[in-house]
């Protein structure tokens, strides 16, 4: 049963790294089950839950348990094989923490440190790409060639359920892909491949590899927290709302399907006002 959900989420579009985290979940769940899952009731579901945070599990990690029960129940019950036991049970709250973002300055210094070597334009020209459209990591190692287009100066992105969504790319970051795909990626492919980026190896570079890059030009900044890729994501958003662009254009950007989602930054742009007025007004 376990292994037919994990092909229907497959076939329903779900991210590689959504599947891996539900598979975790439920395989969790279904050990720990007493009896077959069938005849799994909500207080099989409400224990696991209480088993799982006493043990350190976050509200947030605990919410995302309950989303893949509910899942695997769902397709359970459009298989026939039972009711959803998981819809009744109410979603672990937990507050929002204001996602941490870089300044300005410190993305530009950051953009200037890759060389000029193959591996260089490649940093460089993800990086810039990273920064110029808030796209998701797994957005970006998923691009192929055909999805740059290069005449419009946009790039086609398969976000999350695959919906794809054009995104317009600034001329410094069309400039500096430019100068990767023409004089870095020919050096650094070892077999034909359609995938934008190439690793050290000649091979598609992965996640890991993109959070590896940026982990490395970090330290040269001696930054005081860790930066993923979805803190650019993060900086990019912050600095566009910032900057005057509306709300509903930056959800459409960053490809939310939720305004809600969005509404974060928000927060994040009036957090930065307050900071600024209390340091800036001579009576604050």
């Not at 192929?144 to 100066?153: F, G, P």
């Not at 398969?158 to 410094?172: A, C, E, F, W, Y």
């Not at 650094?188 to 940026?214: D, E, F, H």
């Not at 994501?233 to 459409?252: I, W």
């Amino acid at each position: 049963m376990a292994a037919e959900y994990i092909q229907w989420l497959e076939a329903n579009g779900y991210s590689p790294e959504t599947v891996k985290a539900y598979q975790y979940d439920v395989d969790e769940f279904l050990h720990s089950l007493p009896d077959k899952p069938e005849n799994a009731d909500r207080n099989d579901i409400r224990r696991f839950l209480a088993l799982v945070q006493s043990r350190g599990c976050s509200k947030r990690s605990a919410a995302r348990k309950l989303a893949a029960i509910r899942s695997f129940f769902h397709y359970c019950h459009l298989t026939d094989a039972g009711d959803n036991p998981a819809k009744a049970i109410r979603t672990p709250k937990f507050g929002r923490h204001l996602p941490y973002f870089l300044y300005p300055d410190t993305v530009a210094a950051l953009l200037d440190l890759p060389d000029a070597s193959p591996l260089g334009l490649r940093d460089r020209a993800l990086l810039e790409l990273l920064y110029a459209t808030g796209i998701r990591v797994g957005e970006l190692v998923a691009m192929e060639l055909r999805d740059y287009r290069r005449e419009n100066s946009q790039i086609l992105v398969t976000g999350k359920g695959n919906k794809q969504r054009l995104l317009p790319v600034h001329q410094m970051a069309i400039a500096r892909l430019d100068q990767y795909l023409e004089q870095g990626r020919p050096k650094l492919l070892s077999q034909p491949c359609q995938s934008i980026w190439i690793n050290n190896k000649g091979n598609p570079l992965g996640q890991r590899g993109v959070r590896w890059i940026l982990s490395k030009y970090c330290q040269h900044l001696s930054l005081m927290r860790s930066v993923s890729p979805h803190v650019i994501r993060h900086s990019f958003a912050t600095h566009m709302l910032e900057n005057g662009a509306d709300l509903r254009t930056v959800q459409e950007l960053l490809g939310h399907t939720s305004l809600s989602s969005t509404q974060i930054y928000t927060h994040v742009t009036r957090e930065r006002l307050k900071a600024v007025y209390a340091n800036s007004h001579p009576r604050a």
